[in-house]
């Protein structure tokens, strides 16, 4: 998904449930915001607080002496993301946990499925914990901290619905055929835009000896062989995948109305979470009008690009005056720039050189804001609920 789910779809759909405006922002923005922290280098830090120096699960200080932060990266930079999707580390750390969530730890190269809150798997456990946590008022989280946890883990909630049938890591079950792509907007057939990377006859080839040497020159990861067809929202498709049994299937979806159906777990879990006791908009008035609002062609705004992670700084005010135009009474807005802009409170030139990767280099001294704690505790407590303590452990 992009965000036109992540940010515009849950705000709609939070205001809908009858949270407040600041409430229904901060949860939308921080669930956008996973695709877009793409913060990968270390940097020194002054203001570590303590639940962070003192929580032996974590690995975010590189090191304590000289307050070195090792970033808890959730999204993948737009211009340098491609190379990173066959580094192992990117699989592990940032598209399975983030994207491609399994459905428990014993899974974790298996293929997504839809998530469903109380269906066991880590998601819904993950979302069910933070509920209890805040209505228990257990492990001092407030209604900040709340809204940012569940505006992370909904993230990752929707993409089990957009990535079904794909894996974070690198798998040859993850090579399929788009057949068909229709547009929902008009119902033309666009196919030769959305085709993918490979035909049918190749993954029967691929199917038929299970090597893919020589046969398929880009990485099996995700959804790239589909290009961003699972994505987009006003696009209905086809597509031959193979299954766990080593059999080529056929699957197909409507991304119009798979993505609806993942909005309405949404609007009932902000409304059991919050007790929301009157929502402002009846599930059926919201569905009807989430379908409108999915029928808007987001790459028409990437100038050809074909990139629609650029899509939070390119066609922001277009996709606001879009969702305003379909949800009037709401309003829109989302700067991933400020938001990182955010995390800094001050920073100043270190007078000294420190060891950092292998060298000395003159760094720069960071006073971070409580966001930037709390969004990077978050994100590697999701690692730890996933891989154990101290995933990270070999970087930090």
Request: aromatic share 12%.
């Amino acid at each position: 998904m992009d965000i036109n789910f992540h940010y515009f779809a849950v705000k709609s759909v939070a205001l809908a449930a009858g949270l407040d405006d600041y409430s229904a922002q901060r949860i939308a923005t921080f669930s956008q915001f996973i695709d877009d922290y793409d913060w990968y280098t270390y940097f020194i830090a002054g203001n570590i607080p303590k639940y962070i120096k003192d929580d032996k699960e974590l690995d975010i200080i590189y090191d304590k002496t000289i307050g070195i932060i090792n970033p808890v990266t959730t999204g993948l930079n737009a211009v340098i993301s491609y190379p990173l999707y066959i580094v192992s580390r990117t699989q592990k750390f940032i598209l399975s946990p983030f994207h491609f969530i399994p459905k428990n730890r014993h899974s974790i190269y298996e293929k997504t499925s839809p998530a469903v809150l109380n269906d066991g798997s880590l998601i819904s456990d993950m979302l069910i914990k933070l509920k209890d946590d805040y209505q228990n008022h257990e492990n001092h989280l407030n209604h900040n901290d709340t809204c940012m946890l569940m505006g992370m883990l909904l993230h990752t909630f929707a993409d089990t619905y957009a990535h079904q049938l794909f894996s974070g890591y690198a798998n040859i079950k993850n090579l399929v055929a788009v057949l068909d792509v229709t547009n929902n907007i008009n119902n033309d057939d666009v196919t030769s835009a959305h085709v993918g990377t490979i035909d049918r006859d190749e993954l029967k080839q691929v199917n038929a000896d299970g090597n893919v040497e020589g046969k398929i020159t880009h990485p099996i990861i995700g959804h790239l062989a589909a290009l961003h067809t699972p994505d987009l929202t006003h696009l209905s498709f086809n597509m031959n995948y193979i299954d766990d049994q080593n059999t080529i299937n056929t699957y197909g979806r409507s991304n119009t109305s798979t993505f609806v159906t993942a909005c309405k777990h949404i609007y009932n879990y902000l409304i059991d979470v919050f007790k929301l006791e009157n929502p402002l908009m009846k599930w059926s008035d919201v569905s009807s009008l989430l379908a409108k609002a999915f029928l808007f062609d987001s790459t028409k705004l990437l100038n050809g690009t074909n990139d629609i992670s650029l899509l939070s700084s390119t066609g922001n005010a277009e996709l606001c005056n879009h969702w305003k135009s379909v949800f009037n009474n709401f309003s829109y807005s989302y700067d991933e720039k400020q938001i990182k802009n955010n995390f800094y409170l001050s920073k100043k030139a270190l007078k000294t050189e420190v060891m950092l990767d292998s060298g000395e280099k003159t760094g720069i001294y960071y006073t971070l804001s409580d966001d930037f704690y709390k969004y990077n505790y978050f994100a590697d407590k999701i690692l730890i609920n996933l891989y154990g303590p101290r995933p990270r452990k070999f970087l930090s």
